[in-house]
């Protein structure tokens, strides 16, 4: 490796000659910022170069080696068990299978944008199209954090992913699916007679995430004040169950319950109470198997889903509910604000965003406005032929 010091006005820079790109051909020089002094910045020209030297001298690991062997089980320790699990997954079937051979040390910009630009064409395991642009942008995401910590050990001089164009994250355009109050009214009573009727009622009745709702203790209830404290999560990574805290400080918040709500509370934990054989602690699940286990996430889900069958209400998935809690709380001019509380909502801006298209509103708001500008003497059109102006 070569360095040298360039001067742009009253600025010197540090310049490593990192040779040609095997793509392009092109020659690869890379700039870093060394101040006013010339000395300062032979001197950093120098130790680059020392450095980059000594790099390309060792083998270094492979980019599979380096993520799967020291990146993610370090990383086990500082993420949740469930990001930790999303990261893994995004690497061991999306980047290992095309770049894992590569050297650390030598992967470009130029590599990863290629393996995105494939991903987004046909990168789907079971070979129906390409991956949405979200997902390869978490690719792109996880990447950067990991070569981010190889340049901070000193593995790499440069984070390459910096270099990479990612793909653009776009928003849905599709709208979200919701029931009316009359089909909420029809699934919960074709729930009523089963034992976790309790859990879908609330589910409705406060717009929870399945692991909120799943990862609730007694102790987080406040009957008598009518308040739910949410500030935790029942997930599940490789169908193994942990204990997640809230995503997000607004994640972890107070939801207030209705009347009704309160009694099917009350009556679930008499029903609780006779299958078990010791008083309910604080600590234990809310919604729990009959010996105390918790519900898994997917059984709670699938059992969701026959009800739903046998239901005369359209298709949805439980997640759903949630969607349905917040369209109708809007819909009945319930202010935005609240309604991002009650969901658990980084702002109120993004609640906004994501309902904006409901149902009906378009038509409410024209009738709105019609009724502010017209009334039964202005409904004719009288024209008045006139000279037209220009003519």
Not at 336 to 352: D, Q, Y
Request: with cysteine; net charge positive; hydrophobic share 40%.
């Amino acid at each position: 490796m070569k360095g040298y010091v360039a001067q742009k006005g009253n600025r010197f820079y540090a310049v490593i000659y990192e040779g040609r790109d095997p793509l392009s051909g092109r020659e690869r020089r890379r700039w870093y910022p060394a101040g006013t002094s010339r000395e300062e910045a032979e001197a950093l020209a120098t130790r680059l170069a020392g450095s980059a030297a000594q790099i390309e001298r060792e083998p270094g690991p492979t980019l599979a080696n380096f993520l799967l062997r020291q990146w993610l089980p370090a990383k086990q320790l500082s993420l949740r068990p469930s990001t930790w699990d999303g990261y893994r997954r995004l690497l061991e079937l999306h980047v290992v299978p095309k770049l894992g051979a590569a050297s650390l040390r030598r992967l470009r910009g130029e590599q990863l944008e290629a393996l995105y630009a494939q991903l987004i064409s046909g990168g789907r395991r079971d070979g129906r199209g390409g991956l949405e642009a979200k997902t390869v942008l978490e690719i792109h995401v996880v990447l950067r954090k990991a070569l981010g910590d190889a340049r901070r050990r000193g593995l790499v001089l440069h984070n390459v992913a910096e270099d990479a164009e990612a793909p653009k994250r776009r928003r849905s355009c599709a709208p979200f699916r919701a029931w009316n109050a009359e089909q909420l009214r029809q699934f919960l009573a074709a729930a009523r007679p089963h034992r976790l009727f309790p859990g879908f009622w609330l589910a409705a009745n406060t717009g929870m995430r399945r692991s909120e709702l799943l990862g609730l203790r007694w102790g987080d209830l406040d009957l008598e004040n009518g308040q739910i404290a949410v500030s935790r999560a029942l997930v599940s990574v490789a169908y193994v169950l942990h204990d997640s805290p809230g995503k997000t400080r607004t994640a972890r918040r107070p939801i207030d319950l209705d009347e009704v709500t309160i009694g099917v509370l009350h009556q679930w934990r008499l029903v609780r109470q006779s299958e078990c054989s010791s008083p309910i602690d604080t600590d234990d699940y809310v919604f729990a198997s009959p010996n105390g286990a918790p519900i898994h996430p997917d059984a709670f889900s699938k059992t969701f889903e026959r009800i739903v069958a046998v239901a005369d209400v359209p298709r949805l998935r439980l997640h759903d509910l949630r969607h349905t809690h917040a369209s109708l709380l809007l819909k009945e001019r319930v202010p935005i604000k609240v309604v991002s509380e009650r969901l658990g909502h980084a702002t109120p801006g993004f609640t906004m965003a994501t309902y904006q298209q409901l149902p009906g509103m378009q038509s409410d708001a024209a009738r709105a406005f019609g009724g502010l500008i017209c009334d039964a003497a202005s409904t004719g059109f009288n024209p008045v032929e006139g000279p037209v102006e220009g003519k």
